[in-house]
């Protein structure tokens, strides 16, 4: 008797899922977060299970997690009427607000450089605000010193959200008696979303001009972003530098980045890159390896990092090590 007593209580109790949206109609978004995202690692083709998952986040106000939830639904189900309405849903939310929350970020460098040569530092501060509902700003400053000069450089760009899978930006940047940054500089780029969901695939490029004290360089960036993984946390880059200089050939390089990225404010990144650089205000060719992160601190605050490797065509082969902090806004 007691097992089967303990067998029927058991038949009667609620599954994970049904626990979930118990908790998330009693306005308990966060337990039903918890349950749910347990849940649909376990059954990934559960429609319905990341519908809820997705009005869960939304109660929160975490329109990036909701969108890629339903995003993901609508990838398996196109005719999911409610997905398709909270999507809509969102863009009326972000609609009536500035984008995005902005940041604040301060960071600064130290190389130690082969061959006895010293003075390669820097140190720099970004802002990245909301202009609108569909525009951001970052504003830039960065002192440079390289071999016992040193060089302020400040920078804009501007981001424009022109449709649900295109951005635009344009930016520029400047150097007051400048030694070997670019004097001044423009550059313009777009990211084009090919596919949307979890697997979302990007494409686009960046183009710059920039008049250094010594020669102008032009530059052309393509690349692709892929996402993997059942909520999109991971990610692989592969980018195509092609730069031109004033009495100079056609040079051409790239790079590959692989990012984790479990949470907004938490993430993992390495890769290698290959090509010429302007780090010194003259055209040289490098091959590097690199690799950091982010980790949050409290609910404003994270801390970023990076470790970097540089070997120069020339004797200034390089280890440099980044760090910053990183606040909300």
Known sequence: MLIAAGTAATAQSPNG??????????????????LLQDWVIRNPNDVDAR????????????LNEAQREFETVLAQAPSYRDASEALEQISRRR??????????LADGAISGVSSGL???HEAGLTLVAPLSAVDTIEVRGTWYERFSLVDIELGTLITHHAGEDLWLRAGANATPSADFRPEIGLSAGLDYRLRRGPTATIAGFDAAWRSFPTQDVW????????????EGEFSAT???????ADGDSLRVGGSVRADYAPGDRTRVFFGAAAGPDTDVGVVTDTF?????GEIPLGDKLSLTGSLAREWRDGPADRTEFRAGLKVGL
């Not at 997705?54 to 975490?62: H, K, P, Q, T, V």
């Not at 052309?220 to 993997?228: D, G, K, R, S």
């Open 118 to 120: 010293q003075d390669w």
């Open 51 to 62: 519908v809820q998952l997705g009005y869960a986040y939304l109660a929160l106000d975490r």
């Open 219 to 230: 530059n052309l960036a393509p690349f692709v972003t892929q996402y993997f993984g059942s």
């Open 288 to 292: 590097s390896l690199f690799g950091g």
């Open 95 to 104: 609609a009536a607000r500035p984008a995005g929350s902005g940041f604040v």
């Open 238 to 244: 592969a980018r195509t530098n092609i730069l031109a």
């Open 17 to 34: 899922y049904e626990q979930a949206v118990d908790a998330r109609r009693a306005g308990d978004p966060a337990s039903a977060i918890a």
